[in-house]
């Protein structure tokens, strides 16, 4: 069954810290896997897309790892700012050569950064 | 660019009602997504369209029609409105092709009782 887990569910650190969000997944075939970061009443936003060749993407204090062996990611997040306090979704894409490709989402993690 | 709008962003329907959410979109992209995501859970495809006229099934239509006249213009459609409807839903659109990412909508939040 295609599937992706994240963990932790959710998480509370201090301003200026990093934190790591993990995803796991069992989707095969593998196209891409994408972060998506969604605010608290507003669409997600991308924020890094991966093939199955890159192992390392970043996008400023964001940085997206994958193992396509192991199937897992990570998103690392550097000095974490007020505004970091989102929910990070991670999503994988079902190769398909057709029209439309098929989305796996996780549920996310909901990170709250405090003052 | 406004990019992807939709509207309203709130409302309250009795049950049996019907009501129509609107998207538009401003970027000339081909495919365009209806999602709803419901509290603790992942966002679930409801329909999408590859171009005006063409319109496809996702993993949850039942209860919802959509209709793709224009290329910007992608209206969610609700006949008998249930508790179960009671959600969060999302408009989203990308080109064809690249990196397929999509670029989501403001999000419409609708309960029923």
């Known amino acids: 069954k295609n599937q992706v887990e994240q963990s932790p569910q959710s998480l509370i650190i201090l301003e200026g810290k990093n934190c790591t969000l993990q995803c796991n997944y069992t989707v095969s075939p593998f196209s891409n896997l994408r972060w998506y970061k969604q605010d608290t009443g507003r669409g997600p936003v991308s924020l890094t897309i991966m093939t199955f060749s890159e192992n390392t993407k970043s996008n400023g204090r964001y940085t997206a790892t994958l193992d396509a062996d192991t199937k897992q990611s990570s998103l690392h997040i550097t000095a974490s700012q007020l505004s970091d306090s989102a929910s990070y979704i991670c999503v994988v894409t079902l190769y398909n050569a057709g029209n439309n490709r098929k989305l796996i989402w996780g549920l996310g993690t909901s990170l709250a950064v405090n003052p | 660019n406004a990019g992807v709008t939709q509207t309203p962003k709130f409302r309250i329907l009795k049950i049996g009602q019907s009501m129509t959410l609107q998207c538009t979109q401003d970027m000339n992209h081909n495919y365009m997504y209806w999602y709803r995501q419901d509290p603790g859970m992942g966002l679930k495809l409801i329909y999408y369209s590859v171009g005006a006229g063409i319109t496809d099934k996702g993993e949850v239509p039942n209860g919802y029609n959509v209709s793709r006249s224009t290329t910007e213009d992608f209206p969610l459609r609700l006949e008998l409105a249930a508790p179960s409807q009671t959600s969060v839903y999302f408009c989203?659109?990308?080109?064809?092709?690249?990196?397929?990412?999509?670029?989501f909508g403001p999000g419409t939040r609708l309960t029923v009782l």
């Open positions: 989203a659109s990308r080109h064809r092709g690249g990196t397929d990412t999509q670029y």
